[in-house]
T-cell receptor, first 113, second 115 residues
Framework: AQSVTQLGSHVSVSEGALVLLRCNYS??????LFWYVQYPNQGLQLLLK??????LVKGINGFEAEFKKSETSFHLTKPSAHMSDAAEYFC???????????FGGGTRVLVKP | EAGVTQFPSHSVIEKGQTVTLRCDPI?????LYWYRRVMGKEIKFLLH????????ESGMPNNRFLAERTGGTYSTLKVQPAELEDSGVYFC?????????????FGPGTRLTVT
């Protein structure tokens, strides 16, 4: 069975500071990995995805994530936080295209001016 | 191109009543998924349609939940009778067939409150 762990349900960062959201997964097969973001009163939006190509994945809004198989991690980073980054972020995994997604618990990001 | 739409956006019902949630996927997407987030918990998979067929319904909590996708277009999720623990946000997602199946597009969700 697959599982996803996001370390920290809430993260507070200052505007302009590094954003680092941690995600570790367990999967019996090489996974597909995703980061989704949910802005207030909106649905989930795909930030980026890893599908066995390059291990460093660039997404929208300046975010990127690195797949590290040895660490079973897929941490999300952004060099400089903007106020508009305040949202909830979800890491997810599935074991094959078209399969159900397994989500982590989510990390809510607060950006302080 | 219109995204995934869900109706209603909010629903408040009493325990024992029936509620039907609707999801309209992106046009041309054969795959449709239902997920649920109970307050304070992670988003969990409920079921997956490929066109009108149920591909995977392993996440359906019990037989009070009935999902349909007649004609392979929109889908409905009926809860009958509703219980307090059914409260949460119900998300629908869709994806294309073949090479793009891994990219699921989500709707805004339906917030269900059972009192």
């Amino acid at each position: 069975a697959q599982s996803v762990t996001q370390l920290g349900s809430h993260v507070s960062v200052s505007e302009g500071a590094l954003v680092l959201l941690r995600c570790n997964y367990s999967s019996s097969v090489p996974p597909y990995l995703f980061w989704y973001v949910q802005y207030p009163n909106q649905g989930l939006q795909l930030l980026l995805k890893y599908t066995s190509a390059a291990t460093l994945v660039k997404g929208i809004n300046g975010f990127e994530a690195e797949f590290k198989k040895s660490e079973t991690s897929f941490h999300l980073t952004k060099p400089s936080a903007h106020m508009s980054d305040a949202a909830e972020y979800f890491c997810a995994v599935n074991k094959a295209a078209g399969n159900k997604l397994t989500f982590g618990g989510g990390t809510r990001v607060l950006v302080k001016p | 191109e219109a995204g995934v739409t869900q109706f209603p956006s909010h629903s408040v019902i009493e325990k024992g009543q029936t509620v039907t949630l609707r999801c309209d996927p992106i046009s041309g997407h054969d795959n449709l998924y239902w997920y649920r987030r109970v307050m304070g918990k992670e988003i969990k998979f409920l079921l997956h349609f490929v066109k009108e067929s149920k591909q995977d319904e392993s996440g359906m909590p019990n037989n009070r939940f009935l999902a349909e996708r007649t004609g392979g277009t929109y889908s409905t999720l009926k809860v009958q009778p509703a219980e307090l623990e059914d409260s949460g946000v119900y998300f629908c997602a869709s994806s294309q067939d073949r090479d793009r199946m891994y990219e699921q597009y989500f709707g805004p969700g339906t917030r269900l409150t059972v009192t």
